[in-house]
């Protein structure tokens, strides 16, 4: 059986920490805490856990912090989450298994990430994070924001998931500060740093600048080709929110040059031709983001509505304002396989339910 550090910076976390390290209780070997500046009572619940706790003095630079906390680590493998992170029953139980299974010839483990989840707990948001490597290894966090674990490629794959559970009081602008202070300071940003600076302005709807930002970074061809599958959907919305439609479609038919079309795409062509009005080609897309597998062997984001749910209630829409009524209704029950509950696919039962009157 491996041994397991887990490594983690916070600060003011006192909401959430409980959950995160009450998931890992008998999984952890050590539990390594570095706070970095925190005023409420997130050391007090750390100390619950653990006697291992560091400050460290907060210098804007996520990779930075985190190299730290790794430095103290003393076992075997090394595990890391934030604060707002836990694991559920069911993927502690696998963890435990890996624990016990895992072979010493493997350097790094990456997990699944439910980064954002609907009312009833299903996971609509998610990605691979690398989370578990080797000490021996001295791999190394790399980027002040949106930092990495540089494994130089990962080792293997599990089904293991780390949800995120968000609280709604974070600081939005202190990534953008970041940047914006980097960029003052003559501090050039990698490829990655350009995309991530580029996500920071869309969601601040800076959307001329974001749109500055993507194009730049798409045109130097110099990233990660699941992130440049997302900076298309991205930079299609900043166009999309400004009726330049014909540069949405161009933004997000884009994507196609890095992979094969993927659902999340498909929607956004389908919801742009929706929104002109021009029904029949908004369902051929629809229908193309319908019939798709979810990505297999990815590790980029991978909103997992956009291949059955998304596209099918939107066909229904737009089946019912060509007319196809019956068509219509077929889709909306095609949807509610996927989300029964559904206000919208209530809502649409109603309707067709009252044409019959």
Request: proline share 2%; with cysteine; charged share 35%.
């Amino acid at each position: 059986m491996i041994s397991i550090s887990l490594c983690m910076i916070v600060k003011n976390e006192e909401e959430v920490l409980e959950k995160c390290l009450d998931s890992v209780r008998d999984i952890a070997d050590e539990i390594i805490i570095v706070d970095t500046g925190s005023t409420d009572n997130t050391k007090e619940i750390a100390r619950k856990f653990t006697d291992k706790i560091y400050d460290f003095k907060w210098i804007d630079d996520f990779a930075a912090a985190r190299n730290y906390s790794y430095s103290k680590a003393t076992k075997e493998y090394i595990m890391w989450l934030d604060a707002d992170d836990y694991f559920k029953e069911e993927d502690r139980e696998k963890l435990l298994h890996l624990k016990k299974t895992l072979k010493n010839s493997v350097k790094s483990v990456m997990f699944k990430y439910h980064y954002s989840s609907d009312k009833d707990g299903n996971p609509t948001l998610t990605f691979m994070r690398e989370r578990l490597s080797k000490r021996a290894e001295n791999y190394r966090w790399v980027e002040p924001i949106h930092e990495y674990l540089d494994t130089n490629g990962h080792e293997m794959l599990t089904d293991i998931a780390v949800t995120h559970n968000r609280p709604d009081k974070n600081d939005s602008d202190r990534n953008l500060r970041i940047f914006e202070k980097n960029i003052a300071d003559d501090k050039q940003l990698s490829a990655r740093g350009t995309y991530y600076y580029a996500r920071e302005l869309y969601n601040h709807g800076r959307y001329d600048e974001a749109k500055t930002q993507f194009e730049k970074f798409l045109d130097e061809r110099q990233g990660w080709y699941e992130d440049n599958i997302n900076a298309c959907h991205l930079l299609a919305s900043c166009y999309a929110f400004e009726e330049d439609w014909f540069k949405a479609l161009q933004s997000a038919m884009r994507s196609f040059v890095y992979d094969v079309p993927r659902g999340e795409l498909c929607c956004d062509i389908g919801n742009i031709y929706q929104k002109n009005k021009d029904y029949e080609k908004a369902l051929f897309w629809y229908k193309i983001a319908a019939g798709l597998d979810l990505p297999k062997g990815t590790i980029g984001f991978v909103n997992s509505d956009s291949y059955n749910y998304t596209p099918l209630l939107e066909a229904c829409v737009c089946l019912d304002k060509l007319g196809r009524k019956k068509e219509a209704a077929e889709y909306n029950e095609r949807a509610a396989a996927f989300k029964p509950e559904s206000k919208a696919v209530k809502q649409n039962r109603e309707y067709f339910e009252s044409l019959k009157e």
